[in-house]
């Protein structure tokens, strides 16, 4: 099945179905990506946070997972993942050290 959209273009059936699958995630399903953190660091303890948006919409996830194989925490603790939406999870850690620069950075897997 073909449909035409306004711009005169043909789209497949199979074209939007895929895409529905992808904004749609079914259980079992999982998304991968990456997250990167970098601030400055004011006080031991500062908080430093960053939400992760996921690409599918409506899919509500079951867990998050993350690693630090980019960049090993860096005047921080180890990062720490919360708030878990349809929309996307937050990833945070907190500083070890004053005046300097925090970076953490890794791969992400959201499974649904």
Do not use: W
């Amino acid at each position: 099945m073909v449909y035409q959209v306004v711009t005169g273009v043909f789209v497949n059936a199979s074209d939007i179905n895929q895409l529905a699958r992808v904004l749609q995630r079914q259980s079992g399903d999982q998304e991968t990506g990456k997250y990167y953190l970098t601030g400055s660091s004011h006080a031991i303890g500062a908080a430093l946070g960053a939400l992760v948006p996921s690409i599918s919409r409506g899919a509500t996830p079951v867990s998050v997972s993350i690693d630090t194989s980019d960049q090993a925490p860096s005047n921080c603790g180890a990062p720490a993942t919360d708030h878990l939406t349809s929309s996307g999870f937050r990833v945070s850690t907190t500083s070890t050290a004053v005046a300097t620069s925090v970076q953490v950075a890794g791969n992400y897997t959201i499974a649904y």
